[in-house]
Each structure stands twice: as structure tokens, then as C-alpha cells.
């Protein structure tokens, strides 16, 4: 067993010894980089997060390959960025090209009213599982307010569930 938890808090301390200019944190499931780059007295600078991984493949060939990722609870999630991306492209062109927008709009609220308590990617799990349920259904989210509206009613009941799993087959 590897703690994913010690794994991004060692992952972050290598980072800013060899970055020691630069703003490092730990942060869930991944480390948080801010660069002096582009920063002013109102907004911070350039900004990344680095999820460290592991790629995996299964005993079984005929599954996809995935990645273990950091879950944020010192535990793992399985996943596949491929698909991830996939899905994703998908449900943006079905939907009037509103999912992207509304991952944004919803990743920023959660940061900036509760301090990213919801991890990045429980969020667009979350989102993209309601936009393909109304999708299955024949709804299309044509508008960015309604998108909204469907993707906090998502979190909610992600939240309710309890965890998520990734789309992997």
C-alpha cells in the first residue's frame, strides 16, 4: 500500500526545493503551482496543478489501460484521461457547447466559496454523469444557466452518494 497523501506531500516538498521561488503547495489529489509569471498586486500568477500518477495495465488485455491518481482521502482513483477527454468533447458539441463552460463556472465556485472542499475531478464526474443522463433522455443543455442549474444538482446528489466512480469500462 502507498499512501497517496505522503505521495503528493513528498511530490511537493521535491518541487520546492528545486523551485524555491515559486508558490508550492499540496493539495488533495494534486500540487498546487503558482508562478510569479503574469502576477499583480490583485491576481495571483500563472497557476498549474500536477496530479502525480501511476499508468497500469491490467492483467486482463482486453481492458483499457488506466492511471492510479490521488483521490484526496489518501486512497486512489482509477481513470482514464482518454476517455476522460473523450466523453468530455462529446457532451460539449451535444450540448450547444456548454459543458465546458459549466465545468468552469462550477470548478470557480467551488474554489472561491468553499475552498475547493469538492475535488476537481469529482466535479466533471459529476456534471458530465447529469449531462449524459439528460442526454440519454433527449434533453439537449442548450444554455449555459440551465447547464449550471443541472450541474449543482449533480453535485448534490454526488455528494449525497457519497464517492464516484471514473468511466472507465
Not at 497517496?4 to 524555491?20: A, C, D, N
Request: charged residues 25%; glycine residues 6%; hydrophobic residues 35%.
Amino acid at each position: 500500500y502507498i499512501s497517496s497523501s505522503k505521495l503528493v506531500t513528498e511530490f511537493s516538498s521535491v518541487l520546492k526545493r528545486h523551485y524555491p521561488d515559486t508558490k508550492v503547495k499540496p493539495d488533495g489529489q494534486s500540487v498546487a503551482i503558482r508562478m510569479t509569471q503574469g502576477e499583480t498586486s490583485d491576481e495571483d500568477g500563472l497557476g498549474y496543478d500536477i496530479v502525480p500518477c501511476f499508468s497500469m495495465q491490467p492483467d486482463d488485455r482486453t481492458q483499457s489501460p488506466f492511471y492510479l491518481m490521488p483521490n484526496g482521502s489518501d486512497n486512489w482513483i482509477m481513470t482514464n484521461p482518454r476517455i476522460d477527454t473523450d466523453i468530455a468533447k462529446k457532451l460539449h458539441a451535444a450540448n450547444n457547447k456548454t459543458y465546458k463552460k459549466v465545468v468552469k463556472i462550477i470548478k470557480y465556485w467551488n474554489k472561491e466559496r468553499f475552498r475547493s472542499i469538492l475535488l476537481s475531478y469529482y466535479v466533471e464526474l459529476a456534471i458530465a454523469r447529469e449531462y449524459l443522463r439528460r442526454n440519454k433522455e433527449g434533453v439537449v443543455i442548450n444554455s449555459i444557466s440551465f447547464g449550471v442549474a443541472s450541474g449543482f444538482w449533480a453535485l448534490n446528489e454526488a455528494v449525497k452518494q457519497g464517492g464516484q466512480d471514473s468511466f472507465l469500462p
